[in-house]
């Protein structure tokens, strides 16, 4: 099994929010990945006293922790509980109800003897290569179904989709996200290779259009998850018209996990 993991900040000045982790059982069995791209809160309040990393990081430990222990579990039922577990260890000292309340996409992957399962909540991205070379891309693409304006700049704007029925969702303080997440399962031999992306990383492909979600598996396979990135960064220092960029940061948050099963 090859497993690789790379991550980059967008700025030196400003903490990683992205979180990400793989674990094998003992027994050589199966295995977990988790990942998280926290969202960036617009300045002001967000009625949290902790930053995003503070919430990732709880929340990515309790999902690495579910998903290998409890195999009794569906992953719906382990973001649930990982939703709530961390919505406790603050909820005495923050207002859990306010929109931007600390959040993040989410990406959960488990494979055992037999099977592979999977969990996306919002646009951090999945792929999966087939042993025929085929690539499938799992994808929550609520956010890219909302008209234009409807976030970041407009708080308003912003409040009245995010977490809201035909709006989009990410994992912030309330469990009952998690039935809102794309899931599914597959038997473990028509996967060869699972990647996932946060924004950030995926950006070779979504901002750019670089090459298809095949291209972008075939960079990962022959460069490695930080050649990924780098490319990336390339991209995006060489964009200087921001033909490409537009509005969005130069650089973002960028990680990517790859394995090879």
């Excluded at 988790?34 to 006293?49: N, R």
């Excluded at 970041?152 to 996200?177: L, S, W, Y």
């Excluded at 924004?199 to 670089?210: K, N, P, V």
């Excluded at 998850?225 to 964009?239: F, H, K, P």
Aim: hydrophobic share 40%; net charge negative.
């Amino acid at each position: 099994m090859r497993i690789e993991l790379a991550t980059a900040p967008g700025s030196p000045e400003r903490p990683n929010e992205d979180w990400a982790a793989t674990a094998l059982p003992a027994s050589g069995a199966g295995g977990t990945l988790v990942l998280l791209d926290g969202v960036t809160p617009p300045q002001g309040d967000d009625g949290c006293v902790h930053s995003v990393p503070w919430f990732t990081a709880r929340l990515g430990g309790s999902l690495v922790e579910l998903s290998g222990s409890r195999r009794d579990l569906t992953l719906t039922e382990i973001l649930a509980e990982s939703i709530r577990r961390t919505a406790d260890t603050h909820r005495s000292l923050c207002d859990l109800s306010h929109v931007r309340t600390p959040q993040a996409t989410v990406v959960v992957v488990r494979w055992g003897v037999e099977e592979i399962e999977h969990l996306v909540l919002s646009d951090s991205v999945l792929l999966f290569e087939s042993p025929d070379g085929s690539v499938r891309a799992l994808l929550d693409d609520r956010l890219d179904r909302l008209p234009p304006g409807s976030l970041a700049t407009d708080e308003i704007a912003d409040a009245q989709v995010r977490n809201k029925e035909g709006g989009f969702f990410t994992a912030a303080a309330d469990p009952g996200v998690a039935v809102r997440a794309v899931t599914g399962r597959l038997p473990l031999v028509e996967v060869r290779a699972v990647a996932a992306l946060t924004d950030g990383a995926s950006r070779w492909t979504e901002m750019f259009h670089e090459g298809d979600w095949a291209a972008c598996l075939a960079v990962l396979h022959k460069e490695g998850t930080q050649g990924l990135i780098d490319r990336v960064r390339s991209l995006e220092d060489a964009d200087t018209e921001r033909a490409c960029l537009r509005r969005s940061k130069t650089h973002d948050d960028a990680t990517a996990v790859y394995v090879v099963l």
